[in-house]
């Protein structure tokens, strides 16, 4: 290993990860170039080369790499939270309805499109626009960009550098949710635990407040795949021995390299433009019912990406490619890129739940620069694998089970929703419990579900 | 690696000389198919990853897609088979339950029947991001058998 591996977990944390977690954490502070140490999350977990919940910085002019694997298939993967003017009664008083609403509303699950179908020129320019060109076209508005990591467009995509299968496969998913993990959910704030904090954001007691996760869809799980394949081919050639094929990467500053950066910066635009495309949808279903609703984006942070950023190393700012698969960047206080509204509490950090569990609102730390890149968990974790989940419950039943207890599900498929039961991941409690003892990031906002929407 | 069969093949596909099965990964779910040739593994392979999705029994095999695909080695070629099917199976709505593969020369024909997705009668669980190059092997076994896996991110 060029630089220890180093894991954030307590005891039982670590007991509950898998040995590839600890094998692949390895491999990872084994690549060229990288600074400092390897980390993985509270939540690790077992991932493609990278462990998901994984973060590893590299330096270009150190023969650093980027890795199509620690950025992984669903590139920019993230999670929105808006905040409303509503409280959970006002939700309760129509939740079957639009619990209806949003699941017609909202595109999910296998074989679902989008109502949009893009042209050529249409895809560059979403492609190099993200989430700003999704509000020039009438979604959402330019007060929501203000939240967005890097103000909704990442600066660098290169849709040249995408197969003409990644531009297919996108052809009629913008604006859809995916299925597995992915969900849009209302939820309420069950519990203030930073009072100032809370009141930067905006999350009041009560509120009622709407999570949306999902990616770059078919966009980006095609550029993973072709550049997964092609850095693997072009390894030998750049003297690469992998331990691990799915650790497959490039010189940062090697034409593969570079094309590679192009294209996962356009599938993170895709990622922004359809997060922001759903947020519109999403507005439109809710106001039909309640018709003055106001859903303020409080932030956008995606957490399965590679970003150039500046770090203090030793003393010395150095320009760094920071991978995050499967972990959420979590800058601290006064940092220059925190919306100025919320710059003073942290960079809000959003940590979904599983179906039917708690989701959280973190705030950055000043700690976290030092112990992580200021990177944060980004989840619960799955504890069980698929199959075992969908052996152990029964779709319906989950669904009536959680009903019963207040949470309305809404999917297409029975068996996703078995394979995702709440119990089949690890308690996001005690993730983000020990993500604040360890001083990645503070808790401000404990979320409970209402409504889910899921693939 | 903690692997078990979970979903298989009956022993109908066994009987056919080749069968398949899924097996476990931390977040996501392992394919692996088996049989006396590597175009057989393959195909059973092609079986397994529907499985991810619905029962390949619901899926009638009525419409067919042509796939041809190349690569350096044999495991490299799992990932492409794999992943064209993944990208006909996104774009075209489709799921596959029928597969004919040829094999020469590190080049793959193939063709690969199935119907569009009918969310009522597959009750689809999952969509497949892509066949991933972890667990990714495609090996002879002492007895003979061919055996072609990776694992799938769902």
């Given at each position: 290993?060029?630089?220890?591996?180093?894991?954030?977990?307590?005891?039982?944390?670590?007991?509950?990860?898998?040995?590839?977690?600890?094998?692949?954490?390895?491999?990872?502070?084994?690549?060229?170039?990288?600074?400092?140490?390897?980390?993985?999350?509270?939540?690790?977990?077992?991932?493609?080369?990278?462990?998901?919940?994984?973060?590893?910085?590299?330096?270009?002019?150190?023969?650093?790499?980027?890795?199509?694997?620690?950025?992984?298939?669903?590139?920019?993967?993230?999670?929105?939270?808006?905040?409303?003017?509503?409280?959970?009664?006002?939700?309760?008083?129509?939740?079957?309805?639009?619990?209806?609403?949003?699941?017609?509303?909202?595109?999910?699950?296998v074989g679902s499109t989008g109502r949009l179908r893009l042209s050529d020129h249409e895809m560059d320019a979403m492609l190099t626009g993200g989430a700003r060109w999704a509000v020039a076209r009438g979604y959402g508005s330019s007060e929501d960009l203000e939240h967005i990591e890097e103000g909704g467009c990442i600066a660098g995509a290169d849709p040249a550098a995408l197969s003409h299968r990644a531009r297919e496969r996108q052809r009629e998913e913008m604006g859809t949710l995916g299925s597995g993990n992915h969900y849009l959910e209302v939820q309420w704030?069950?519990?203030?635990?930073?009072?100032?904090?809370?009141?930067?954001?905006?999350?009041?007691?009560?509120?009622?407040?709407?999570?949306?996760?999902?990616?770059?869809?078919?966009?980006?799980?095609?550029?993973?795949?072709?550049?997964?394949?092609?850095?693997?081919?072009?390894?030998?050639?750049?003297?690469?021995?992998?331990?691990?094929?799915?650790?497959?990467?490039?010189?940062?500053?090697?034409?593969?390299?570079?094309?590679?950066?192009?294209?996962?910066?356009?599938?993170?635009?895709?990622?922004?433009?359809?997060?922001?495309?759903?947020?519109?949808?999403?507005?439109?279903?809710?106001?039909?019912?309640?018709?003055?609703?106001?859903?303020?984006?409080?932030?956008?942070?995606?957490?399965?990406?590679?970003?150039?950023?500046?770090?203090?190393?030793?003393?010395?700012?150095?320009?760094?490619?920071?991978?995050?698969?499967?972990?959420?960047?979590?800058?601290?206080?006064?940092?220059?890129?925190?919306?100025?509204?919320?710059?003073?509490?942290?960079?809000?950090?959003?940590?979904?739940?599983?179906?039917?569990?708690?989701?959280?609102?973190?705030?950055?730390?000043?700690?976290?620069?030092?112990?992580?890149?200021?990177?944060?968990?980004?989840?619960?974790?799955?504890?069980?694998?698929?199959?075992?989940?969908?052996?152990?419950?029964?779709?319906?039943q989950l669904v009536d089970d959680l009903a019963a207890r207040g949470i309305l599900i809404r999917s297409p498929s029975l068996r996703g929703v078995a394979e995702e039961a709440p119990g089949a991941y690890k308690s996001v409690e005690r993730v983000v419990d020990v993500a604040e003892r360890a001083g990645l990031a503070r808790k401000v906002a404990r979320l409970e579900p209402l409504v889910c929407v899921k693939g | 690696m903690s692997q078990g069969r979970a979903r298989s093949a009956g022993p109908a596909a066994a009987g056919g000389g080749g069968d398949w099965e899924h097996f476990a990964h931390g977040a996501d779910i392992g394919v692996r198919g088996r049989g006396q040739t590597v175009a057989q593994a393959f195909e059973q392979a092609a079986e397994a990853l529907t499985a991810v999705v619905t029962d390949p029994s619901r899926v009638r095999p009525l419409v067919a897609v042509p796939i041809h695909c190349r690569a350096p080695d044999l495991e490299l070629l799992l990932y492409e088979w794999l992943n064209n099917l993944v990208f006909h199976m996104a774009t075209q709505h489709l799921l596959f339950s029928a597969f004919k593969v040829t094999i020469v020369d590190g080049e793959l024909d193939a063709e690969a029947r199935g119907e569009h997705v009918d969310v009522e009668r597959h009750a689809p669980a999952v969509e497949v991001k892509g066949a991933t190059l972890t667990e990714l092997l495609v090996r002879q076994g002492p007895d003979g058998c061919w055996r072609a896996q990776c694992i799938v991110d769902v």
């Open positions: 290993m060029r630089v220890p591996a180093v894991f954030y977990a307590d005891e039982a944390l670590l007991a509950d990860m898998d040995d590839k977690v600890r094998e692949q954490l390895c491999n990872v502070a084994s690549l060229p170039g990288i600074v400092g140490a390897a980390y993985a999350m509270p939540d690790a977990h077992w991932g493609y080369g990278f462990p998901i919940g994984g973060v590893a910085a590299f330096d270009a002019e150190q023969g650093g790499v980027v890795s199509a694997g620690g950025v992984g298939f669903d590139i920019s993967c993230g999670v929105r939270t808006l905040v409303s003017n509503l409280t959970r009664a006002d939700i309760v008083a129509v939740q079957e309805r639009l619990a209806h609403e949003l699941s017609r509303a909202i595109p999910a699950g704030v069950a519990e203030v635990l930073d009072a100032a904090a809370a009141a930067a954001f905006g999350l009041r007691a009560d509120a009622a407040v709407v999570s949306i996760h999902c990616g770059s869809r078919g966009l980006g799980h095609q550029v993973g795949t072709d550049y997964l394949r092609d850095m693997v081919v072009a390894a030998p050639s750049f003297g690469l021995r992998l331990p691990d094929r799915e650790l497959a990467c490039a010189p940062i500053l090697s034409d593969l390299g570079q094309r590679y950066l192009g294209a996962m910066r356009a599938a993170m635009n895709c990622a922004l433009a359809n997060r922001q495309i759903l947020t519109h949808l999403c507005r439109e279903a809710f106001r039909s019912i309640l018709p003055g609703f106001d859903g303020r984006l409080l932030y956008d942070v995606s957490h399965n990406i590679c970003k150039e950023e500046w770090h203090a190393v030793d003393g010395r700012e150095r320009r760094l490619h920071v991978h995050r698969k499967g972990a959420t960047r979590a800058f601290g206080p006064d940092h220059a890129v925190v919306p100025a509204s919320l710059r003073s509490h942290g960079q809000p950090v959003l940590i979904g739940g599983s179906m039917g569990t708690a989701s959280y609102v973190l705030a950055g730390c000043t700690t976290g620069e030092a112990l992580a890149w200021s990177s944060a968990c980004h989840g619960a974790g799955r504890s069980m694998s698929r199959n075992q989940a969908s052996r152990q419950w029964h779709g319906r | -």
